[in-house]
């Protein structure tokens, strides 16, 4: 089983940049499909981001669509998730989870495991 754990949240102006984490351990941590989820208060889970196990295919909610990028570091054990020009509808727990498999597509959540406990970001006006 893979545990992946989230850091990186806090609190952080509008126009203002975070760096997120998602680490992953135990049996087979690296080189994993990761998706980054968010829950608002009062709203349904959404996708945000994906990243392919080689890095080379990222996906993106429009939402976030040029202002986020997601990546991985060299050993293919950490994700990042690069946010900037938060603004205040960007407030969330922000959760990773390992992709199963690859359908469905990469924006279901129904298609992860293994979701880490969340990181709270929260941008002021």
């Known amino acids: 089983q893979v545990r992946l754990v989230e850091s990186g949240g806090g609190l952080v102006q509008a126009g203002g940049s975070l760096r997120l984490s998602c680490t992953a351990s135990?049996?087979?941590?690296?080189?994993?499909?990761i998706g980054w989820f968010r829950r608002a208060p009062e709203k349904e889970r959404e996708f945000v981001a994906s990243i392919s196990p080689s890095g080379e295919v990222t996906i993106y909610a429009d939402s976030v669509n040029e202002r986020f990028t997601i990546s991985r570091d060299n050993a293919g054990v950490t994700v990042y998730l690069h946010m900037n020009s938060l603004k205040p509808e960007d407030t969330a727990v922000y959760f990773c989870a390992r992709r199963r498999s690859n359908f469905p597509p990469p924006n279901n959540a129904q298609n992860y495991d293994d979701w880490g406990q969340g990181t709270q970001v929260t941008v002021s006006s």
């Open positions: 135990g049996r087979a941590s690296s080189n994993l499909e």
